[in-house]
């Protein structure tokens, strides 16, 4: 799937194979696993079967792990990016 350019109508959201290729070649079952955990925000879903993840939460987590954040210091960074979604 080709990512359109975020917007601020429309934010850029991935597919979920796209956000694991962006984790570094994470498998889908390892995602919905960290997602399980509360390490990975949970999708949106856009209607019964297609769920997407949007860009800048998959690009907070990323850099949560390059700057060394602890799991549990992630876990309440994905707590916080789904309280910013409910807002």
């Known amino acids: 799937m ?4 975020p917007t601020p109508e429309a934010p850029n959201y991935l597919r979920p194979k796209d956000a ?3 984790l570094g070649g994470m498998g889908l079952s390892t995602l919905y696993a960290h ?9 949106v879903a856009l209607s ?12 907070a987590v990323i850099n949560a792990r390059l700057a060394g954040k602890t799991d549990d210091e ?5 707590a916080e990016l789904m309280e910013k979604r409910r807002a």
């Open 2 to 5: 080709i990512a359109h350019a």
């Open 20 to 22: 694991c290729r962006q």
């Open 35 to 43: 997602i399980d955990r509360g390490m990975f925000p949970k999708p």
């Open 48 to 59: 019964r079967r297609f769920v997407v993840f949007p860009q800048e939460e998959v690009t």
């Open 74 to 78: 992630v876990r309440q960074l994905v």
